[in-house]
T-cell receptor, first 107, second 112 residues
Framework: GQSLEQPSEVTAVEGAIVQINCTYQTSGFYGLSWYQQHDGGAPTFLSY????GLEETGRFSSFLSRSDSYGYLLLQELQMKDSASYFCAGEGRALTFGSGTRLQVQP | SQTIHQWPATLVQPVGSPLSLECTVE??????LYWYRQAAGRGLQLLFY??????ISSEVPQNLSASRPQDRQFILSSKKLLLSDSGFYLC???????????FGPGTRLTVT
């Protein structure tokens, strides 16, 4: 099975950079995904890391280190609309989600 | 383009009543299909997934069941709801062999 841990809440100001960490314990791990979910909405896919290293998609980047069982999501130039919950998810036989990090962006 | 539909959007049911939630996907063939449940302020718990018609894998033993009667239709059912079944139920699909999942709008179920 898999278990993923991430901080429950993070607060940052508009224009700043924030990093959301995710550590995992898993067997049969293929890769790490990140999803964004606004209150009351459905999760939407942000990024995926199958290999170690950094993946960049616009203002969002994601990093994976298999040797450390660790990954993070980096959000740059924060905007108010980035206030949401962010979930890491481990891909194995099926997708296992972490409990989510609630990001609050303040003006 | 592909779209995923779920209904109803909200549902209030008494304890002990049956449940049927439906999910359909358009614009793709032979998708992987998933049912998740999310408790308030929590992460997503995978309930069932299916790689084809009639093929259902259960991740969490409980009083829920799932069926896939057609390629792009996924149904979540219960014969008798419990209070603990309350939550936000999300259906998702993915292309076979792909990591990215696409979620439906969800059904908010309240069991009273």
């Amino acid at each position: 099975g898999q278990s993923l841990e991430q901080p429950s809440e993070v607060t940052a100001v508009e224009g700043a950079i924030v990093q959301i960490n995710c550590t995992y314990q898993t067997s049969g791990f293929y890769g790490l995904s990140w999803y964004q979910q606004h209150d009351g909405g459905a999760p939407t896919f942000l990024s995926y890391n199958a290999l170690d290293g950094l993946e960049e998609t616009g203002r969002f980047s994601s990093f994976l280190s298999r040797s450390d069982s660790y990954g993070y999501l980096l959000l740059q130039e924060l905007q108010m609309k980035d206030s949401a919950s962010y979930f890491c998810a481990g891909e194995g036989r099926a997708l296992t989600f972490g409990s989510g990090t609630r990001l609050q962006v303040q003006p | 383009s592909q779209t995923i539909h779920q209904w109803p959007a909200t549902l209030v049911q008494p304890v002990g009543s049956p449940l049927s939630l439906e999910c359909t996907v358009e614009g793709t063939s032979n998708p992987n299909l998933y049912w998740y449940r999310q408790a308030a302020g929590r992460g997503l718990q995978l309930l069932f997934y299916s790689v084809g018609i009639g093929q259902i894998s259960s991740e969490v033993p409980q009083n829920l069941s799932a069926s896939r009667p057609q390629d792009r239709q996924f149904i979540l059912s219960s014969k008798k709801l419990l209070l603990s079944d309350s939550g936000f139920y999300l259906c998702a699909w993915s292309i076979q062999g792909s990591y990215e999942q696409y979620f439906g709008p969800g059904t908010r179920l309240t069991v009273t």
